[in-house]
């Protein structure tokens, strides 16, 4: 329960206290400014606590995105201003002084106290957040006449038909914003009114996507189409998910950490429901190397997305020809719909593989998959690279150390670090590319043998090299998607070319644990948590130890015994990140972690 002391004279009819209630405060009444504070000191720690004037008007929903966001510490609208736990002693603070000034707890009477206690709130130098309340009405009428007139205004809008608009990401791909959203927000609606949360809706989507995964397994046409049907559907989910946060203001840290782990464990088992159909179908085709190549694409593009964010989070003197083209180019209608396609975000993706998968066969779909997110990845890549070699920006600490982090350098880079340190350091980017070339290039010329050992040990040295030196160069934030390009494409090669069945699905499996690993990395840096605790990284090897050790692997066993051995270092890297990381956002969660909502590009 949350606690809403109200201020100043009540005003007769208001409904005030009612809305409160609705949003789940325990309404108090304040008579003077001393009244409050002593109000305030009775609200237990562990309580969000708000400010209102009692002569508040507007809507229901101006109060519930001014009031109840978990995302925000401190959160005012005109009128209003709450605080969470973290915050009280700002408030508490504050509010001493003002119900001094007031006259040292006489009773006085109140005039406006949430609007002061927000100003000195800014004044201290405490980040107040202010929602944008567009056609939302709230203020703090002083007469009866623009009392009047705030009535009529609220009158005047629909603030459910707001809510639902609100509840729609403001950027979005095209085949979601029109064949997803216009109806989804109505679910939405729906899971609201009926206690629904987002995690149990996200749970739903991946329970759907995996039946779906289980439907393309049968390998035949009524699976194959029933499988399409169920990927659409867990996408309208996935869809909903979000919206029924945004609807109901249910955001968490827990949360957005399932909605982004779930989307990529629900198309990776989608691909490995088409491989395993594939090869069950009449045909009896094996595309595990199609499937396992769609997945290394995918997370690579991925982790160039989250490396060139993050290089580039507090940049300063931020500007570039590119960025200023890539602005008038969203202002022409048609073009922003255009460049939201053509990188194939997840709506377009999930729609495509939903039709073909129902249309045609799990080899056209893996081509037609990997064709597109080829030509995406490189125009997304392309236009990164540009605006990083076009900008003036100094990169901060910050944006170093999480691109260290995603670099996931393992013990022996540390220990080839320590004994370089103070060597000169070369081009960061071009020795890491120098050093995947090197191994990914042996692996395809000489597959199992001891020169790809050897090149390995190579790639390990050049790891090193490469992040001998912060990573705040124009470039350096490819270096993270170059390691993991050079790792997940040897493991591929090599399990291709060990010539048995079997070999490719247990690389898989590994690549998807490793990914699952990578992924982690990220949202824990986009949620301020930190990188994974360093004895996770040296436990699984970190990306220079894992290529090693698959290339010594590869060379020693037979492939009998390489597919047990991928299949044991698949279980074994699965099994650690998987206890950390569920232990990690568990607790975080528990431990009242600030509550994070991801409204970034489409992934």
Not at 230 to 253: K, M, N, P
Not at 378 to 390: F, I, K, P
Request: charged share 15%; net charge neutral; aromatic share 8%.
């Amino acid at each position: 329960m949350s606690t809403a002391i109200l201020t100043g004279q009540p005003v007769p009819g208001s409904s005030l206290e009612g809305d409160l209630r609705s949003l789940g405060f325990d309404v108090r009444v304040a008579t003077d400014a001393g009244d409050a504070e002593t109000l305030l000191a009775a609200v237990p720690p562990d309580q969000r606590v708000a400010i209102v004037d009692a002569r508040f008007v507007g809507h229901l929903h101006a109060l519930r995105l001014g009031l109840t966001d978990p995302r925000f510490p401190v959160a005012a609208v005109p009128g209003a201003v709450t605080a969470q736990p973290a915050a009280r002693q700002a408030l508490t603070r504050v509010l001493a002084r003002e119900s001094s000034a007031a006259g040292g707890g006489a009773a006085v009477a109140v005039d406006n106290l949430a609007e002061r206690i927000t100003a000195a709130l800014d004044a201290d130098g405490v980040q107040v957040h202010r929602p944008e309340l567009g056609m939302l009405v709230a203020a703090v009428p002083t007469d009866p006449q623009t009392r009047n007139e705030a009535r009529q205004a609220v009158s005047a809008v629909d603030d459910e038909a707001v809510r639902l608009r609100s509840a729609v990401k403001a950027r979005d791909g095209f085949f979601t914003t029109h064949f997803i959203s216009p109806y989804s927000r109505y679910i939405a609606r729906w899971c609201a009114r009926r206690g629904l949360t987002p995690n149990q809706v996200t749970t739903a989507s991946l329970l759907t996507a995996l039946i779906a995964a289980g439907c393309a397994a049968t390998g035949t046409r009524v699976g194959f189409v029933a499988a399409g049907i169920l990927l659409i559907l867990s996408f309208v989910l996935d869809c909903t998910d979000g919206q029924l946060a945004r609807y109901s203001l249910q955001y968490s840290t827990l949360g957005a950490w399932l909605d982004a782990t779930f989307d990529r464990v629900k198309e990776y088992a989608y691909y490995a429901g088409l491989a395993l159909g594939a090869a069950r179908g009449g045909g009896s085709d094996d595309v595990w190397a199609l499937a396992l190549g769609a997945m290394v694409l995918q997370t690579c593009r991925h982790v160039v997305d989250f490396a060139f964010n993050e290089a580039n989070h507090d940049a300063t003197a931020n500007t570039s020809p590119t960025a200023a083209l890539s602005d008038r180019l969203d202002s022409v209608g048609w073009t922003v719909w255009v460049r939201r396609m053509i990188v194939l975000p997840i709506g377009e993706r999930w729609a495509m593989i939903a039709v073909l998968t129902a249309a045609t066969t799990p080899r056209i779909t893996f081509y037609a998959l990997l064709i597109g997110c080829a030509f995406a990845a490189t125009y997304t890549t392309a236009g990164r690279v540009l605006r990083s070699l076009t900008r003036k920006a100094r990169r901060t600490d910050r944006a170093a150390k999480a691109l260290a982090d995603l670099a996931d350098s393992g013990p022996l880079v540390e220990l080839l670090t320590r004994a370089a340190r103070g060597a000169s350091r070369y081009s960061a980017p071009y020795t890491a590319l120098a050093g995947g070339v090197l191994v990914l290039a042996s692996a395809l010329l000489w597959g199992a043998g001891w020169q790809t050992v050897l090149c390995a040990v190579g790639y390990a040295l050049m790891s090193a090299i490469a992040v001998l030196r912060p990573l705040k160069g124009a470039l350096d934030w490819l270096v993270p998607p170059i390691f993991r390009a050079a790792e997940y494409c040897t493991v591929l090669v090599l399990a291709a070319k060990a010539g048995m069945n079997g070999v490719l699905p247990a690389a898989f499996g590994l690549v998807a644990a490793v990914a699952y690993h990578h992924y982690d990395t990220v949202y824990r840096i986009r949620g301020d948590a930190g990188a994974p605790p360093p004895w996770l990284v040296r436990a699984i090897g970190g990306h220079e130890g894992r290529t090693l050790l698959v290339t010594i692997l590869a060379e020693l066993l037979t492939a009998a015994q390489f597919k047990v051995a991928l299949t044991a270092l698949a279980g074994y890297v699965a099994l650690v990140v998987l206890v950390e990381s569920i232990r990690f956002w568990v607790a975080a969660h528990k431990g009242g972690a600030p509550a994070v909502h991801d409204e970034g590009e489409p992934a």
